[in-house]
């Protein structure tokens, strides 16, 4: 399957700016990228990153710097017709082989992995009309979008791709279930867990 792997190689993960300044939120960014890639690949997918500026990477890339949606219709157009397309975001540190083998496996003509907050962490779309619309509250959006095309939808169920690292509190399932490339460099960076009020935080080490 052709997987499509978004990612903003210009000003990645600003909403950790209070923990990791713009070099490193760029490191722990192509951590998580390889981490993907590595995945998709194990799960017998063919993955294509679709980035903001040229990278290098372990994997073709098709350089787009518009805003998310429109880049990802283009390809979808081009694409569905003749076969799935899945999209896997490059932030899914937690993602696993098994995991995306069963999102390519699911049944619909559109399957969705929902993520916190409301967004969508993943899909396959399998329906030539899907287009995909990023902006608010995706996961409603998508589900509405595929109804108006009569699109039959799956849900896919998953913490390990439902799990996208943006903010403090993603790190600490990083670091909780995570043992990659990206979980790797946040401890060799001083990150650990700690208990405070009996919940789990991360703190870093001078």
């Known amino acids: 399957m052709r997987v499509l792997v978004p990612f903003d190689a ?13 070099r490193e939120r760029s490191a722990l960014a192509r951590a998580m990228l390889a981490d993907v890639l590595a995945a998709v690949r194990a799960a017998g997918g063919e993955p294509t990153v679709l980035s903001t500026a040229p990278i290098d990477v372990d994997a073709p890339v098709r350089v787009d710097d518009r805003a998310l949606t429109p880049a990802v219709n283009d390809v979808l157009a081009d694409a569905v017709p003749e076969s799935p397309v899945a999209v896997v975001m490059a932030d899914l540190a937690l993602a696993t082989d098994d995991a995306l083998a069963g999102l390519f496996a699911s049944e619909g003509d559109v399957a969705i992995v929902p993520g916190r907050g409301g967004g969508t962490n993943a899909l396959v779309v399998r329906h030539p009309e899907f287009r995909v619309d990023y902006h608010g509250l995706s996961y409603r959006d998508h589900r509405r979008i595929a109804e108006e095309i009569d699109a039959d939808v799956a849900v896919a169920d998953s913490h390990r791709l439902s799990t996208d690292v943006d903010e403090r509190a993603d790190l600490v399932e990083l670091l909780l279930h995570g043992d990659g490339r990206a979980t ?6 001083g990150f650990e867990l700690v208990v405070e009020g009996g919940r789990a935080d991360v703190t870093r080490s001078p």
Do not use: S, Y
């Open 10 to 22: 210009e000003r990645p993960k600003t909403r950790l700016a209070d923990l990791l300044d713009e």
């Open 184 to 189: 790797a460099w946040l401890r060799d960076a």
